[in-house]
């Protein structure tokens, strides 16, 4: 009877243990997450007044050191926060990899922003991080014209120019 126990014990712990190695295989290996916004005051970077966009389209583009040429992308899509998350399986050591602008859904707010289109990823686990979540750089488009209270709110950064006053 003891025995029986035991081996029921133990049938029940390997179910388990394979059902965990199982999703651990189902796991990606990197998580890529950034933001989209749009620069609401045509800063150059994100103010108080920054809008994050949704529906904003991004792509992963990984190149081999050295080489021009795309070898590997994958598209996403940023939620209601702005944010974006792309899943890998697979590391990317040799590769320099980027996330780029694709997209934005809004029709006032779509001026690729220079300095702002496009944030380089590191996809290997051999540059001291031990975490599977890779943080892009947020990436950002220009609104067509500033938002009203944005003279006043570069003022407070000390960002006028002579124009200005």
Not at 97 to 120: F, G
């Amino acid at each position: 009877m003891a025995s029986l126990r035991i081996l029921s014990v133990i049938a029940v712990v390997a179910i388990f243990a394979l059902a965990g190695t199982a999703v651990a295989n189902d796991l990606p290996d990197y998580i890529v997450q950034g933001r989209v916004y749009c620069d609401t005051c045509r800063a150059g970077f994100e103010t108080n007044v920054t809008e994050y966009i949704k529906g904003a389209k991004v792509r992963l583009e990984c190149k081999r050191f050295g080489t021009e040429k795309v070898e590997r992308s994958i598209d996403g899509v940023t939620d209601e926060t702005g944010t974006y998350k792309i899943e890998l399986k697979d590391s990317h050591p040799e590769d320099i990899c980027e996330m780029v602008l694709v997209q934005s859904p809004l029709p006032n707010c779509n001026e690729i922003q220079e300095l702002r289109d496009r944030a380089e990823i590191v996809l290997s686990r051999n540059v001291g991080i031990s975490d599977n979540i890779r943080m892009a750089n947020p990436l950002g488009y220009l609104k067509d014209k500033p938002l009203p209270v944005c003279p006043d709110l570069l003022k407070t950064f000390n960002l006028t120019t002579d124009d200005d006053h």
